[in-house]
């Protein structure tokens, strides 16, 4: 029987962006109030600000103003379910039991890494391929 072992929590989040000294990373910042505060803007920005940055590539971070813990995931999380809710949704009810079912299963942390691997070989054909538009 496979034991079950999960990855330690730093090098998950370390293998999902980007290293420090290849991209500077900017800084956002969550408040109590909901309201997110961009440190190199000096602006409050809204969830769509942070999907288009997303959409540009651009190397971010959240953190709780109070706190300092990372909270990147959970607004990454946000938009996806706002996207998802609002039009024509990417994933099926089936998918989205079939993703709970892996939580605290023994497969878990394969599961994320084959995810991640599949979209972007998904990414990798669509960017070779001169009739698709740019992902």
């Not at 500077?24 to 997110?36: C, E, G, H, I, S």
């Not at 996806?80 to 990417?90: A, K, Q, R, W």
Request: glycine share 6%; aromatic share 6%; no cysteine.
């Amino acid at each position: 029987m496979a034991a079950t072992r999960r990855p330690p929590k730093a090098s998950a989040e370390a293998s999902a962006s980007p290293p420090a000294e290849d991209v500077a990373v900017r800084v956002l910042k969550k408040y109590p109030n909901r309201r997110l505060y961009d440190t190199q803007s000096s602006s409050y920005i809204t969830l769509a600000d942070v999907k288009e940055m997303v959409m540009g590539g651009e190397a971010f971070v959240v953190r709780d103003a109070k706190s300092g813990e990372d909270l990147t995931r959970s607004i990454l999380l946000q938009i996806i379910l706002e996207e998802e809710t609002g039009g024509v949704p990417i994933f099926s009810t089936q998918m989205l039991s079939q993703i709970i079912r892996f939580y605290g299963h023994a497969m878990q942390g394969m599961m994320g890494s084959y995810l991640e691997k599949n979209l972007q070989t998904f990414t990798d054909i669509q960017r070779a391929s001169p009739s698709s538009p740019r992902a």
